[in-house]
Structures are given as C-alpha cells and as structure tokens.
C-alpha cells in the first residue's frame, strides 16, 4: 500500500547530542515512536521492547555495540542499526568521501 507505514518503536542511542537529535526528529518525522537516550546505562533502563534499536558504536566510554548486544540477547530490541560518525584516516581515502561525510552502518536482528 503506496504511503502507508508500519509505526516502529525505536530506541536510538547515541551520546553526541545533536546526531541525537537528528535522527530522533527524523524517525519520529517518518511516524515512529521514539526513545532517544545518550547512554548505555539509560538504555538499559529503558523500558518496554523495542523494534529496533540505532546504536552509536563508540558511546563514550562504554562500547554501543556491547549495550546493542545486551539488549538484542534478552530481546529488548528485535533488530538493530550500529552507526558511527568515526573514521580511521586510512578508511576516509578508499571510500572516496572525507571523514566528515562519511558514515558507517551495519545492520543486525535476532534469530529465533
């Protein structure tokens, strides 16, 4: 059905607030429910279940992807989204952007 979308619960995680704050108000823009927290440990305290999860991997001194994976196991979030804003230099070249533009993602769901 053209223009009709499921509505998400999504939890973003992400501790640069305004990546934060973009990509809450665009989720939320596209008709999702959205958590938004700048932690592993208020994510953790989040409740409920979630669709998906967006999970910045280098959540300053806790690893994302270790909080994404909690979570994923005791099946708080059904999918989830890594992302970051950090490049290694020797990264920015081979792709052909600056390390400014440039944004990695990877995308996972629980099995079972």
């Known amino acids: 059905m053209e ?7 999504i939890l973003v995680v992400e501790d640069e607030k305004t990546v934060l ?7 939320c823009g596209r008709g999702h429910v959205v ?9 953790r305290a989040t409740g409920g279940t979630f669709d998906v999860g967006v999970f910045d991997i280098h959540l300053g001194d ?3 992807v270790d909080v994404a994976a909690g979570l994923l196991a005791s099946k708080r979030v059904a999918a989830l989204v890594t992302v970051s804003t950090r490049v ?4 920015a070249p081979t792709s052909g ?3 400014s533009a440039w944004m990695g993602t990877t995308a ?4 079972g």
């Open 3 to 9: 223009g009709s979308r499921q509505q998400l619960r």
């Open 21 to 27: 704050l973009m990509i809450g108000r665009d989720l």
């Open 35 to 43: 958590t938004a927290v700048a932690t592993g440990d208020s994510a």
């Open 62 to 64: 806790e690893s994302g």
């Open 88 to 91: 290694k230099a020797r990264l």
């Open 97 to 99: 952007l600056s390390s």
């Open 108 to 111: 996972m769901s629980r099995r």
